[in-house]
């Protein structure tokens, strides 16, 4: 390894255990074109291959996976194992620089809980793309589904077009370099050789990508707020959205990528030799055509100094359940264990007590440490240092 530390082996590291100390997680980082410095996300999870956060223990350091799959009673809890399998929700850190791919999941649902926004890039009103927007419900009723798609394969002719005939002018040079079809585009149209036909197809795709838009729900956020996204829902994160999303692993069906070139993901009547996966065009007529309302966390305690609410997400059947904890400052609670908890704050300062130890919580950011607390440690107190909100992942049982 890079690092000094060693890797340490499962068997000795939940010997560890025994001594009632909590882990800490170092994240997986998953490279993406579309995150910040070149990484997209950061997975906390024991996922069977390379993609395990690793846990860090003193100076040693162990593969997740290997940890709950070497004992997953004493990690996971014997409950969550009878009922559930070894199975170990993954919590994601996002970062998105641009918006990312529309998309929805048929057979998982997720939660984003938005910790920051990057104004520089986000502007004056951070937006997402959560379901359909209601111009479009009203505009083709039941038949929405089927018109969006139509304008897909028609945003994806457009969008061929323009790339074709900026490679076919000398302009790959463009192409390559601003990473965006349109932008290497509108440059072209300023500075380049046929600018005037390279307008003209550059105006054909800008049209198809407002007719697109259009069936988008571009719902404003803020920091703080909680978006759950029911399986079939079409949605996509906007650019400097920052948020944690904690899920059950799911496949994804993709739906369109945007201006973004090299092209990742190609249209079906337009493969390309570079791009990692067709899109999902066909299976379109599987979301949820509904218009999405808000939902709101369920309040399950309040005090002068906690409150305690259930994060919505309509996931506890499938093992997961997300609290959002807001202690004030010089707080405690204490909690009984029958699951592991990962825990991380997304604004203040606080620490687990354990035995009489004290643990602080890392701070949800990119990259950084999350807090992992083994089923078989049984309780702890969380401390509050100073006002704060912690966001607390674990499998109801």
């Not at 000094?4 to 490279?31: G, M, R, W």
């Not at 996976?65 to 994601?92: D, M, T, W």
């Not at 089923?375 to 704060?388: D, P, R």
Request: net charge positive.
């Amino acid at each position: 390894m890079k690092s000094d530390q060693k890797t340490a082996s499962a068997e000795k590291t939940l010997k560890l255990l025994c001594y009632s100390k909590p882990f800490y997680i170092k994240p997986y980082k998953e490279p993406k074109i579309w995150g910040v410095g070149g990484i997209g996300e950061y997975w906390y999870g024991a996922e069977d291959t390379n993609k395990s956060s690793m846990t860090v223990f003193g100076n040693d350091t162990c593969p997740l996976r290997e940890i709950v799959s070497y004992n997953p009673e004493s990690f996971l809890g014997e409950k969550v194992v009878a009922r559930f399998g070894k199975q170990l929700p993954l919590v994601k850190i996002l970062t998105p620089k641009s918006r990312l791919s529309v998309q929805f999941h048929d057979s998982k649902n997720e939660l984003w809980i938005i910790t920051e926004i990057d104004r520089s890039v986000a502007g004056e009103r951070p937006w997402i793309i959560i379901g359909f927007s209601q111009e479009s419900a009203n505009l083709y009723g039941k038949n929405v589904i089927k018109h969006y798609k139509k304008s897909l394969l028609a945003y994806g002719e457009a969008l061929n077009n323009l790339i074709n005939f900026m490679i076919n002018c000398g302009n790959r040079d463009l192409l390559d370099t601003k990473k965006d079809v349109m932008s290497a585009a509108i440059e072209a149209v300023q500075s380049r050789p046929g600018s005037k036909e390279t307008a003209k197809t550059l105006k054909k795709l800008k049209v198809a990508r407002k007719n697109l838009d259009m069936f988008y729900n571009m719902h404003s956020v803020e920091i703080g707020d909680v978006v759950p996204i029911p399986c079939r829902t079409l949605h996509a994160l906007g650019p400097g959205i920052q948020v944690i999303e904690p899920q059950i692993s799911g496949s994804t069906q993709s739906l369109e990528d945007g201006a973004t070139y090299p092209v990742r993901y190609a249209f079906p009547a337009y493969p390309r030799k570079e791009t990692e996966r067709i899109l999902d065009i066909d299976r379109a007529g599987e979301m949820n055509p509904n218009v999405m309302r808000k939902v709101f966390p369920e309040l399950i305690q309040k005090t002068d100094q906690v409150v305690i609410e259930r994060l919505p997400g309509g996931f506890e059947d499938r093992g997961l359940e997300v609290l959002r904890l807001r202690l004030e400052k010089g707080a405690e609670l204490q909690q009984t264990l029958t699951s592991f908890h990962y825990l991380a704050v997304t604004h203040g300062l606080a620490s687990v007590v354990i035995n009489d130890e004290k643990y602080e919580i890392p701070r949800a950011l990119p990259g950084g440490n999350m807090l992992l607390v083994p089923a078989l440690i049984g309780s702890y107190t969380i401390v509050a240092i100073e006002n704060t909100q912690i966001i607390d992942t674990y499998t109801p049982v």
